[in-house]
């Protein structure tokens, strides 16, 4: 009897949510993902991400007749870096940006530099499909961009963290 009481307000409470919510379907489809990658235990190996990812970003780019974007490895550590800071704050950031991107302007003679961010996603489809339905982030994504580097790394429960750095150099 406890179960089938626990199973009803459950479903009650969902019922209540949804009737009442006035959050996009993509946005709850976000919510739902991040509250459950949040409680279950995932395989996620960073290095295929890294590639899997990568490659979706130049094929979106390709899509719309834009440029591939090289891989800076360079850059990389700037990338690693930075989620290594938004997982030991357990939150998505772009704090010290400014910092980031002046060093890797100095070393690359880079003209322009920008950054996505992303934690929790499960598979670099579900990564690139967020970026895509985010202004910001697809912005920076279709940017006029020559080079990139792109970090995936786990926290203690295994969740991936995102950090992709865009870059124009002439």
Same mark, same amino acid.
């Given at each position: 009897m406890k179960k089938?009481?626990g199973v009803t307000?459950?479903?009650v409470f969902?019922?209540?949510f949804?009737?009442c919510?006035k959050?996009?379907?993509?946005e709850l489809d976000q919510?739902y993902?991040e509250?459950?990658?949040?409680?279950e235990?995932?395989?996620v190996?960073?290095?295929?991400?890294?590639?899997d990812?990568?490659?979706?970003?130049?094929?979106?780019?390709?899509?719309?007749?834009?440029?591939?974007?090289?891989? *800076? /490895? !360079?850059?990389?550590?700037y990338? &690693?870096?930075?989620n290594?800071?938004?997982i030991s704050k357990?939150k +998505?950031?772009? $704090?010290?940006f400014?910092n980031?991107?002046?060093?890797?302007?100095?070393?690359?003679?880079?003209?322009?530099?920008s950054e996505?961010?992303?934690r929790?996603?499960?598979?670099?489809e579900?990564t690139i499909?967020a970026w895509i339905? *985010? /202004? !910001?982030?697809?912005?920076?994504m &279709?940017?006029?961009?020559?080079?990139?580097t792109?970090s995936?790394q +786990?926290?203690k $429960?295994?969740r991936?963290?995102?950090?992709?750095?865009?870059i124009k150099?002439?």
């Amino acid at each position: 009897m406890k179960k089938y009481s626990g199973v009803t307000l459950v479903m009650v409470f969902l019922l209540l949510f949804a009737s009442c919510s006035k959050s996009s379907s993509e946005e709850l489809d976000q919510l739902y993902t991040e509250a459950n990658t949040g409680n279950e235990k995932i395989t996620v190996d960073p290095i295929k991400m890294e590639e899997d990812l990568l490659l979706l970003v130049n094929e979106h780019r390709s899509s719309l007749g834009l440029n591939t974007l090289v891989k *800076s /490895t !360079s850059a990389y550590k700037y990338a &690693e870096e930075h989620n290594d800071y938004m997982i030991s704050k357990n939150k +998505l950031s772009h $704090d010290n940006f400014e910092n980031r991107a002046a060093k890797i302007a100095d070393e690359m003679n880079a003209l322009l530099i920008s950054e996505n961010v992303a934690r929790y996603y499960t598979s670099a489809e579900f990564t690139i499909d967020a970026w895509i339905n *985010s /202004t !910001s982030h697809r912005e920076a994504m &279709e940017g006029d961009f020559s080079h990139t580097t792109l970090s995936v790394q +786990l926290d203690k $429960d295994g969740r991936p963290y995102f950090t992709q750095i865009f870059i124009k150099v002439e």
